[in-house]
């Protein structure tokens, strides 16, 4: 999108179409806020823990092995065989089909036939669009409940949507310095939902707190949804991910679907393949009826198309190998399990260090959480002095990429924090 603006030393004085001086300078997006401040800062010990993407145990970005091979295989094609036609609007039909069957599973997705449909996506961001555009389009109410807190582009993205979003309960805020799940006052505010509502729902590994419904406690959010007429929408970020095992990462969405439930499902491929520039998403639709689900999809398409055309091929040929080639397929796993390993370890490091240092809190929480993020109970205030006194930046939620922890920051990461609360504890 270009725009062009006259200089500012323009004296002209022809009349325009366009109220320039009337548009407000929006706000920073505060995750890259973070990345911007830690770029401008000259401290070599510095680090940045608010971007969630995977980095190794030097702190580079990594770029898995299985993508490598899928890549060299792309680029041994003959020239003329691998061309850059348009994708349709639905996208590469051999990667939405293999995207159904790793989230649903095979024998769900054989079960479910014509009543499950796909279209590829813009990642998750898109596809979380696509399905919001369509929910406020057709759904019998335009309430979407959303998780306190949540992902940061969600209520933005249900805002420009026209959905309007409540909040329900997700973290116990009588527990600030120990992040953990309210689960009655979640069921609480979903209870109260009108009928015809939807329901946002992270599949695994909640963003930004790495906090988790248990197994019983899904088994309760489902039959409460189900029980009050409500529509569940899942945010699948991070299958795979979280525990390194695919199949248990999907449980929540599997269990909705096996209890009659008709989930949409907005799915990315940026976290676990480490695709994230590719922008290499799909959005997943469970109908009653067959007909409902062709319908639904039509719909979607006339979105899509009004909205990008067609989405792009590159990371959907190189996820669709990593997917359905069985050495890839094999490959591809063992390596979300390193990662996930690598992070579970980081997770025991940096809460060693914490205890040592502050053996008076406790900090369980960092290992009880799971997946990229952790919710650290550091204050605003705290966040800012980690910042300025020790060159560590994270979000001033005190949510850090348990990625960005490695052997040879955590140190820093720890003592940094604990300089925090300390100065903080003196101060107050």
């Known amino acids: 999108l270009l725009i062009l603006c006259t200089s500012s030393r323009s004296t002209t004085t022809e009349p325009s179409a366009m109220e320039w001086t009337s548009v407000p300078l929006g706000p920073e997006d505060p995750v890259f806020k973070v990345q911007r401040q830690y770029n401008e800062c000259k401290d070599q010990k510095k680090v940045s823990l608010g971007i969630g993407a995977y980095r190794d145990n030097n702190g580079k970005p990594l770029v898995l092995q299985a993508v490598i091979k899928a890549k060299a295989e792309l680029a041994s094609l003959e020239p003329q065989q691998w061309t850059h036609e348009y994708l349709p609007i639905q996208g590469f039909a051999p990667f939405t089909s293999a995207a159904q069957e790793l989230v649903f599973g095979k024998e769900i997705r054989d079960t479910l036939g014509d009543r499950l449909v796909s279209i590829q996506a813009m990642s998750g961001t898109g596809a979380c669009r696509l399905a919001s555009e369509f929910i406020g389009q057709y759904a019998s109410s335009k309430i979407i409940l959303i998780p306190n807190p949540t992902w940061g582009n969600h209520k933005k993205i249900s805002q420009m949507a026209g959905l309007e979003f409540r909040e329900y309960r997700y973290i116990d805020e009588s527990k600030p310095r120990t992040p953990c799940l309210d689960f009655d006052g979640m069921i609480e505010d979903i209870s109260n939902a009108p009928k015809g509502s939807t329901v946002l729902l992270h599949m695994c590994a909640h963003n930004p707190t790495g906090v988790d419904p248990t197994k019983e406690q899904w088994q309760k959010i489902a039959d409460l949804i189900k029980e009050k007429g409500l529509q569940p929408f899942f ?26 439930l008709h989930p949409f499902v ?20 469970v109908a009653p009826t067959g007909s409902a689900a062709t319908a639904t999809l039509s719909q979607i398409k006339i979105e899509a198309r009004a909205m990008y055309s067609n989405p792009p091929q590159f990371g959907a ?82 949510r850090i990429s348990m990625a960005g922890v490695n052997d040879g920051n955590v140190d820093h990461v720890a003592e940094a924090m604990v300089n925090a609360i300390k100065k903080r504890k003196a101060e107050d």
Not at 370 to 383: A, C, D, K
């Open 235 to 260: 945010d699948n970020a991070y299958q795979g991910f979280a525990s390194g095992d695919l199949d248990a990462d999907a449980y929540s969405l599997r269990m909705f679907v096996k209890k009659g």
């Open 317 to 398: 040929q190189v996820a669709h190998k990593v997917m359905t080639n069985p050495e890839l397929r094999t490959m591809w796993e063992v390596e979300l399990k390193e990662m996930s390993g690598r992070i579970k370890a980081m997770r025991e490091a940096l809460r060693y260090r914490l205890e040592a240092k502050l053996p008076e809190l406790t900090w369980n929480h960092i290992t009880d959480q799971i997946g990229m993020f952790s919710y650290t109970g550091l204050t605003p205030e705290q966040v800012k002095h980690c910042a300025d006194h020790g060159s560590l930046f994270m979000l001033s939620t005190g």
């Open 266 to 285: 907005a799915c990315s491929f940026a976290k676990n393949m480490g695709l994230y520039g590719e922008r290499c998403g799909a959005l997943h639709i």
